[in-house]
Every structure is written in C-alpha cells, then in structure tokens.
Nanobody, 119 residues
Framework: QVQLVESGGGLVQAGGSLRLSCTASGRIFSTYVLGWFRQAPGKEREFVARIRWSGSSTDYADSVKGRFTISRDGAKNMVYLQINSLKPEDTAVYYC????????????WGQGTQVTVDP
C-alpha cells in the first residue's frame, strides 16, 4: 500500500509561482511512477506530469511544458510540482498519484490540494 498526501496549494496571482508537494509513504519501489493530475471545475481530471521514482524519466502534458517541473527527493519520499507563470486556467484541484510501473494505470491517489489563480 502507498499513501499520498499533497500540500502547497493556495490562492496566487496570475504570473506567480507555487510548489506543490506530495508526501509518499508505504512500500515504494524504484519502478514506481509518481504523477500529478488536476481537475478543474466542471472538467474531467487530466494528466499533468509524471516521474519515475528512480528519477530517470519525466513526462509532461503539452499544456504545461515549459512552466511545470516535476521532481522527487527519494531520501524524503517527496514528489514536487513546481508551477511557474501561473494562469487562471491552472485553477484546479491537483492530485498526486502512484502506480507500479510506467505502463499500468494509477492505483494510488492523494486527497488533492486546491490551486486557485486570481487574474
């Protein structure tokens, strides 16, 4: 079992930055993949970024490339999402998720953290 807890959300002005954190606990192997998703009001949840727990690979949604950076600290069991140049359309609940490998579906989810961007 893997438990995920997000933090770091809040209300920010457009153009600002935020760093979201995800604390992971439980049995996490090097093959695991940690990801970030978001769900805006009235929209479906969408993929944002992912990273191998080993740190060897990352992947981003086209809509966030160049503004979002995913990283992890294995020693602290943390995954981060640095968000720069925030836009009102980034307003959403951001979720941390985990899965056993790159190819399978995510089966562990956090409770989410709200990010609101004030234009």
């Amino acid at each position: 079992q893997v438990q995920l807890v997000e933090s770091g959300g809040g209300l920010v002005q457009a153009g600002g930055s935020l760093r979201l954190s995800c604390t992971a606990s439980g049995r996490i192997f090097s093959t695991y993949v940690l990801g970030w998703f978001r769900q805006a009001p009235g929209k479906e949840r969408e993929f944002v970024a992912r990273i191998r727990w080993s740190g060897s690979s990352t992947d981003y949604a086209d809509s966030v490339k160049g503004r979002f950076t995913i990283s992890r600290d294995g020693a602290k069991n943390m995954v981060y999402l640095q968000i720069n140049s925030l836009k009102p359309e980034d307003t959403a609940v951001y979720y941390c998720a985990a899965k056993a490998s790159w190819e399978v579906s995510y089966n562990y989810w956090g409770q989410g953290t709200q990010v609101t961007v004030d234009p």
